[in-house]
């Protein structure tokens, strides 16, 4: 018996696009940058100024260094707020849990791995701040 018509045709496309998902272009395993990032361990390290000036990054689920630069009138530890993240040249703005670092007493000094979502600060664009995501 001969396999031809629409069994064969769908069979094909079927193929063909599951193996499409699952690679880029180049036949590479997918950036983490292209795909959805659900874990920390998932997610590219960023610096902090790519934050600021890499419009690719909007949206996407990244890994970011810098240490607490302040957490104004928040108590640290399990309070939800607004915070600031830094580098020596670069300040972002960090909505979510603060962490215990950004104590008066160790704000500046422990370097933070912080796991969030580079989102604008308002519809318009220009600005862009960090959701704190659980590790």
Do not use: H, N
């Amino acid at each position: 018996m001969r396999t031809t018509g629409p069994l064969l045709v769908i069979a094909t496309v079927a193929v063909t696009l599951g193996c499409g998902a699952r690679t880029t272009a180049a036949g590479a395993a997918p950036s983490p940058l292209e795909g959805a990032v659900l874990r920390a361990s998932q997610a590219p390290i960023v610096g902090l100024p790519d934050v600021l000036t890499t419009d690719s990054l909007v949206g996407k689920r990244v890994r970011v260094l810098g240490w607490c630069a302040g957490a104004p009138g928040l108590l640290v530890g399990r309070r939800v707020g607004a915070w600031f993240l830094g580098t020596p040249d670069t300040i972002v703005e960090v909505r979510g849990l603060v962490p215990q670092e950004c104590s008066s007493s160790e704000a500046q000094q422990t370097l933070l791995l912080l796991f969030a979502q580079i989102v604008e600060s308002q519809p318009e664009g220009g600005e862009r701040l960090l959701l704190r995501l659980p590790d």
